[in-house]
């Protein structure tokens, strides 16, 4: 028999981006210059902050690129993408400063930012030696999970 406990259903999810940031880029020209088949590897870093006040989610995105060597560092790019989400409060735990996000609504804005920042990095490095260090589609539920205190 099935357990007859009943289900909280997650508010909808009501969301636009208001702004794209370009907070950051840095590139390392190599001494040598790099071959077209070069394997890039990426470290990414996503950081979110809830400002309750505004209604808005802040989505930090930091990407370096590595050389396929696995040490040398080509290049960084930090941007942010900030969204106003209209339903806030529905998701504030206790007071303000306690909002806890749907998995589904943080993994969709991680999952924008993403690739926000894809094509921030592909214009960004057009003409210069990381032409083609395009980041890869990544699964943002893929990614590691880390609490900052």
Same mark, same amino acid.
């Given at each position: 028999?099935?357990?007859?406990? !009943?289900?909280?259903? %997650?508010? *909808?999810? #009501?969301?636009? &981006?208001?702004? +794209?940031?370009?907070?950051?880029?840095?590139?390392?020209?190599?001494?040598?210059?790099?071959?077209?088949?070069?394997?890039?590897h990426?470290?990414?870093?996503?950081?979110? !902050?809830?400002?309750? %006040?505004? *209604?808005? #989610?802040?989505? &930090?995105?930091? +990407?370096?690129?590595?050389?396929?060597?696995?040490?040398?560092?080509?290049?960084?790019?930090?941007?942010?993408c900030?969204?106003?989400?209209?339903?806030?409060?529905?998701?504030?735990?206790?007071?303000?400063?306690?909002?806890?996000?749907?998995?589904?609504?943080?993994?969709?804005?991680?999952?924008?930012?993403?690739?926000?920042?894809?094509g921030?990095?592909?214009?960004?490095?057009?003409?210069?030696?990381?032409?083609?260090?395009?980041?890869?589609?990544?699964?943002?539920?893929?990614?590691?999970?880390?609490?900052?205190?």
């Amino acid at each position: 028999m099935k357990n007859p406990k !009943k289900t909280q259903k %997650e508010p *909808k999810m #009501v969301f636009q &981006i208001r702004a +794209i940031e370009l907070l950051e880029l840095n590139m390392h020209q190599p001494i040598q210059p790099l071959s077209d088949q070069t394997t890039f590897h990426y470290n990414i870093s996503l950081e979110q !902050k809830a400002i309750s %006040e505004s *209604k808005l #989610v802040i989505i &930090i995105a930091t +990407i370096q690129i590595i050389h396929e060597d696995k040490e040398t560092r080509l290049a960084s790019i930090k941007a942010s993408c900030i969204f106003e989400v209209e339903n806030f409060a529905d998701f504030i735990v206790e007071d303000p400063q306690d909002v806890n996000l749907p998995e589904i609504l943080s993994t969709s804005l991680n999952s924008i930012t993403l690739s926000t920042v894809r094509g921030l990095m592909f214009s960004s490095l057009k003409g210069t030696f990381l032409h083609n260090a395009i980041l890869p589609v990544i699964d943002p539920k893929s990614l590691v999970k880390t609490v900052q205190e």
